[in-house]
């Protein structure tokens, strides 16, 4: 299986910070990376599709970039509604999902 | 609205079944591919099995390989997890997913609640 790591696993930050949000892929995946937010208690939450796509809904504060390998979920101006655990995705093969990334209030 | 909702899970010991239900509603079920998607307590995610649209092509993790089996009733708009010879470490929230886009570049952009299954003796 294609191990998915993202760092850091946790962060803490202010309100109105820019965050960025690291997922490395062990091989080639192409673009097929997803980003997901999750808050306690709730099911995850579409972000961001096929590395840079932004889901219908989702706040222009959000972006994603990336291909091959390397990629990354930038939240620029962070909200007290951001606070909430970050999970990549990929779909190249068998799907698997990274660590995750707890965005905590600094 | 486009809504998943899980259900069937509970307590159960170790070597026993389980069977989990998720009842879509505000979208033509038959036409998307649907997956499972666990989280053990405090964990992260981990993808559990997919079946296609139609049915026709299902895959799991090696973890529930030859334990689990998904299928769906598309006259019933609802997708199932069977579950068999449950371990403790099939402790988890199962999710269910709708699959949006197409080949590998693929997404799960409708996400249930979750249900609550914990193997315990």
């Known amino acids: 299986d294609i191990q998915m790591t993202q760092s850091p696993s946790s962060l803490s930050a202010s309100v109105g910070d820019r965050v960025t949000i690291t997922c490395r892929a062990s091989?080639?995946?192409?673009?097929?990376l997803n980003w997901y937010q999750q808050k306690p208690g709730k099911g995850p939450k579409l972000l961001i599709f096929a590395a840079s796509s932004l889901q219908s809904g989702v706040p222009s504060r959000f972006s994603g970039s990336g291909s091959g390998t390397d990629f990354t979920l930038t939240i620029t101006s962070l909200q007290p509604d951001d606070f909430a655990t970050y999970y990549c995705q990929q779909t190249y093969s068998t799907p698997t999902f990274g660590q995750g990334t707890k965005v905590e209030i600094k | 609205q486009v809504q998943l909702v899980e259900s069937g899970g509970g307590v159960v010991q170790p070597g026993r079944s389980l069977r989990l239900s998720c009842v879509a509603s505000g979208f033509t079920f038959r036409s998307f591919g649907m997956h499972w998607v666990r989280q053990a307590p405090g964990k992260g995610l981990e993808w559990v099995a997919v079946?296609?649209?139609?049915?026709?092509?299902?895959y799991y993790a090696d973890s529930v390989k030859g334990r689990f089996t998904i299928s769906r009733d598309n006259s019933k708009n609802t997708l199932y997890l069977q579950m068999n010879s449950l371990r403790a470490e099939d402790t988890a929230v199962y999710y269910c997913?709708?699959?949006?886009?197409?080949?590998?570049?693929?997404?799960?952009?409708?996400w249930g609640q979750g249900t609550l299954v914990a193997v315990s003796s």
């Open positions: 079946i296609w649209y139609d049915g026709n092509n299902k």
């Open positions: 997913a709708r699959e949006a886009g197409g080949s590998s570049s693929y997404y799960l952009d409708i």
């Open positions: 091989q080639f995946i192409n673009n097929y």
